[in-house]
């Protein structure tokens, strides 16, 4: 039974840089896709970035070239590196896993569709400020 537990989020200034981290308790399967996801009060949660079993990464467009996920090798801690941050990157950041990567199109691979996602962590606050 794996938990999830995130941790990093403070406030930053406009351009400056936060990483986040997740720590994972409890094995994970062979094939798996942990992620990032975002939520402002009053909208909707929107996926960040995922990585796979296999070591293929997913990020949204919003982030691309900015924010990196990675995993350490006992795949026990889930980091989001996020850099040069902007006031619309504020939220209530969480990981998430989920213990199947999706089959489309001829090759698997780890989307960022909220509800494919199974276990939660509580979120970590990141604000930018101008």
């Known amino acids: 039974h794996v938990q999830l537990a995130e941790s990093g989020g403070g406030s930053v200034q406009s351009g400056g840089s936060l990483t986040l981290s997740c720590a994972i308790s409890?094995?994970?399967?062979?094939?798996?896709?942990v992620g990032w996801f975002r939520r402002v009060s009053g909208k909707e949660t929107e996926g960040v970035a995922a990585l796979g079993s296999d070591g293929t990464a997913t990020a949204a467009d919003s982030v691309k070239g900015r924010f990196t996920a990675s995993i350490n090798k006992d795949k026990n801690s889930l980091l989001l590196q996020m850099d040069d941050l902007k006031p619309e990157d504020t939220a209530t950041y969480y990981c998430?896993?989920?213990?199947?990567?999706?089959?489309?199109?001829?090759?698997?691979?780890?989307?960022?569709?909220?509800?494919?996602?199974?276990?939660w962590g509580r979120g970590t606050q990141v604000n930018v400020s101008s």
């Open positions: 409890g094995k994970l399967y062979r094939d798996y896709c």
């Open positions: 998430a896993k989920v213990d199947e990567r999706e089959y489309f199109d001829g090759a698997y691979w780890c989307g960022l569709r909220v509800s494919r996602f199974t276990v």
